[in-house]
């Protein structure tokens, strides 16, 4: 085994790597004389290999798959540093009992997150597409529908609690929001008053909004979370925005509800399988605004995921657990503390 500490990096940025990562791989990694860093094969099956992976002390990935076989035998890899906040892709819990920690980058990503989901809101608000669509066309003021609203004073929720919804909540709050609402079981009371957010029911998050968002991961708990159900429970004024992750809602249950105009709109930066299918019927309705999965791309955003998924690995390669986990816990098994200990410096 080297003595250096060997960091992979995930080659699906391809060309964009220099652009998106290489100066922050640089950055971090290149002062280091302890450690070393290449780009790793493509993997033959789409996803990683116990194989390769364990060639490795650290990953940087961005978006390739880890299936329980992509840890089974592993056992010098201690960190995966994921580009962003989502680890959907990953196998937590094989991750856990291979004692690999998986880091996370979630003080990069959350402004570009919540100010994607207040420009939806205003987009559906005021209803841009159609705006545009009738100027492109010719039609001018005097032809228009009145269907624009005001956010001041309206009621804006969230499914999920975290960082991101919490960003987005004090944004909220400065533009003039009335009621707050949140559904999040892991959340406590104390912390949602400081956000000035009252913590209710899934119901009441989706029955009283006039606007619901969806900050929430995705995990086998949140999976098809948001049903024909939940959606039935909106107001037919209210809109709906998803910029988390698509399989968190039940999507041909949204379609059935915005083609039924059972409610005003909707914003979507994800969808259950992406890249949608070019039938999918949302492609094709005026009353959704969508995004291929990329408004949080924003040069702030991009590079602040690239420099703390490498801050994550530097910190792991000083013998320290890096600042956010998947999984804390992860931290108190005795093969990540050696793992951790072999390269502590003394």
């Known amino acids: 085994m080297s003595d250096r500490f060997r960091v992979g990096i995930d080659p699906g940025w391809k060309a964009t790597f220099e652009s998106v990562m290489g100066s922050h791989v640089r950055d ?19 996803a990683a290999s116990a194989e390769v992976v364990d060639q490795y002390d650290g ?17 010098r890899l201690a960190c995966i540093s994921r580009w962003g906040v989502g680890f959907d892709m990953i196998d937590i819990a094989a991750a856990g009992a291979a004692d690999v920690m998986v880091a996370l980058t979630p003080e990069a990503i959350k402004r570009s997150v919540a100010e994607a989901q207040i420009a939806l809101i205003f987009a559906l608000a005021k209803c841009l597409p159609d705006m545009d669509r009738r100027t492109r066309s010719g039609i001018w003021r005097t032809d228009l529908p009145i269907d624009g609203i005001d956010v001041k004073g309206r009621t804006l929720s969230s499914v999920g609690l975290g960082r ?4 987005m909540f004090k944004m909220a709050r400065g533009i003039g929001f009335g009621r707050l609402l949140a559904y999040d079981p892991y959340c406590s009371e104390a912390l949602a008053r400081d956000i000035g957010v009252d913590l209710v029911s899934l119901e009441t998050v989706m029955s009283e909004a006039d606007f ?18 939940e959606l039935a429970l909106m107001k037919p004024t209210a809109y709906f925005i998803n910029t988390a992750r698509g399989p968190i809602v039940d999507e041909s249950a949204l379609v059935q509800v915005l083609r039924g105009q059972r409610i005003a709109g909707a914003g979507l930066d994800v969808f259950e399988k ?3 299918a070019g039938d999918n019927p949302l492609l094709a309705m005026d009353n959704v605004i969508l995004s291929p999965h990329s408004m949080a791309w924003t040069q702030e955003g991009m590079a602040g995921n690239s420099r703390d998924a490498c801050r994550n690995i530097a910190s792991v390669a000083s013998g320290n657990v890096p600042a956010c986990l998947a999984d804390p816990a992860v931290v108190n098994q005795e093969g990540v503390q050696a793992k951790l200990a072999r390269w502590r410096k003394s």
């Open 28 to 46: 971090v990694f290149d002062s280091r004389p302890d450690i070393e860093w290449e780009i790793m094969a493509p993997p033959a099956d789409g």
């Open 59 to 75: 990953l940087v990935i961005l978006g390739m798959p880890f299936r329980a076989r992509s840890f089974e035998g592993v056992e």
């Open 164 to 167: 991101i919804g919490a960003e």
């Open 212 to 229: 619901v968002t969806v900050n929430a991961f995705l995990n086998s708990e949140t999976r098809g979370m948001i049903g024909a159900a």
């Open 274 to 276: 992406e890249p949608p």
